[in-house]
């Protein structure tokens, strides 16, 4: 069964950064898509950064140049390194992963909160 465990949530400043960290268990990132969402106080889940096992990156429009997406196939583990944080920013992050033939799978989530 594959498995995901998000971490590096927490409170940071605005204009800060954090690293968050997803950790598949039983599918290589190397060949399927993986990706982070998020989902604020009484808004929608959202698309966040998404990266294919090609290396092939996507991000939504409002994280371009402050947020980077990238994963370490020897410890098959995803990362979103996010910088100059903003109050909007504020949100639970899921880690997804999708297996075609199979489905998707997420993470617990991990909280992140932008505030001073």
């Known amino acids: 069964q594959v498995q995901l465990v998000e971490s590096g949530g927490g409170l940071v400043q605005p204009g800060g950064s954090l690293r968050l960290s997803c950790a598949v268990a039983r599918s290589p990132v190397s060949i399927y898509t993986s990706g982070w969402y998020r989902q604020a106080p009484g808004k929608q889940r959202e698309l966040v950064a998404q990266i294919t096992g090609g290396g092939v990156t996507t991000y939504a429009d409002s994280m371009k140049g402050r947020f980077t997406i990238s994963r370490d196939n020897a410890k098959n583990t995803v990362y979103l390194q996010m910088n100059s944080l903003k109050p909007e920013d504020t949100a639970v992050y899921y880690c997804?992963?999708?297996?075609?033939?199979?489905?998707?799978?997420w993470g617990q989530g991990t909280q992140v909160t932008v505030s001073s």
């Open positions: 997804n992963h999708k297996r075609p033939g199979l489905g998707t799978y």
